[in-house]
T-cell receptor, first 114, second 112 residues
Framework: NAGVTQTPKFQVLKTGQSMTLQCAQD?????MYWYRQDPGMGLRLIYYSASEGTTDKGEVPNGYNVSRLNKREFSLRLESAAPSQTSVYFC?????????????FGPGTRLTVL | QKEVEQNSGPLSVPEGAIASLNCTYS??????FFWYRQYSGKSPELIMSIYSNGDKEDGRFTAQLNKASQYVSLLIRDSQPSDSATYLCAVNTPEGNNRLAFGKGNQVVVIP
């Protein structure tokens, strides 16, 4: 099992360009998440999908859109990239049962917006 | 008050010693707690989960939970250079579909 995979690993964009970050999991988890991690800010939730067909905003959703394509895949789109979106992006998945919510992370995408 | 707080500053410990990390949380109704290890340039890796008051041991790691005082700690016994990493505390918040709130992390440096 590959767990959670993300593509691409690295990306450089110019201000105003758009791109989609891809995430897939093979653990049959219902819930998936997108985080960004910045120095001194910790992990911050951008969007999450509790189950296939649903998406909800997290802590920092502005400038992003998401699509839960199917149970396995959850993509994050930057429509018009800004330098403030330079960050490391992590996708995660979990199976929530009552209070059980062990999240497993992908390897990350390192994005630079010039 | 921040949801999850961890001690600031790196923690340096000699090889073979015990590293102790603390985390406090603000939401009294939180029910599940996690410790992640993150090596530089890598993604967070789940190393411990704890749901009940008391201690939970897994190899050289022990997680301790005290819900009355709203803190959770991680002990690393017989610290090894491979334990040098940043450790993130995460707490399950009951609202918003069980969202995890993360602390900013504690860097641990094990000195050979």
């Amino acid at each position: 099992n590959a767990g959670v995979t993300q593509t691409p690993k690295f990306q450089v964009l110019k201000t105003g360009q758009s791109m989609t970050l891809q995430c897939a999991q093979d653990m049959n988890h219902n819930s998936m998440y997108w985080y960004r991690q910045d120095p001194g800010m910790g992990l911050r939730l951008i969007y999450y999908s509790a189950s296939e067909g649903t998406t909800d905003k997290g802590e920092v959703p502005n400038g992003y859109n998401v699509s839960r394509l199917n149970k396995r895949e959850f993509s994050l789109r930057l429509e018009s990239a800004a330098p403030s979106q330079t960050s490391v992006y992590f996708c995660a998945s979990s199976e929530i049962l009552d209070w059980y919510n062990e999240q497993f992370f992908g390897p990350g995408t390192r994005l630079t917006v010039l | 008050q921040k949801e999850v707080e961890q001690n600031s500053g790196p923690l340096s410990v000699p090889e073979g010693a015990i590293a102790s990390l603390n985390c406090t949380y603000s939401d009294r109704v939180s029910q599940s707690f996690f410790w992640y290890r993150q090596y530089s340039g890598k993604s967070p890796e789940l190393i411990m989960s704890i749901y009940s008051n008391g201690d939970k041991e897994d190899g050289r790691f022990t997680a301790q939970l005290n819900k009355a005082s709203q803190y959770v700690s991680l002990l690393i016994r017989d610290s090894q250079p491979s334990d040098s990493a940043t450790y993130l505390c995460a707490v399950n918040t009951p609202e918003g579909n069980n969202r995890l709130a993360f602390g900013k992390g504690n860097q641990v440096v094990v000195i050979p």
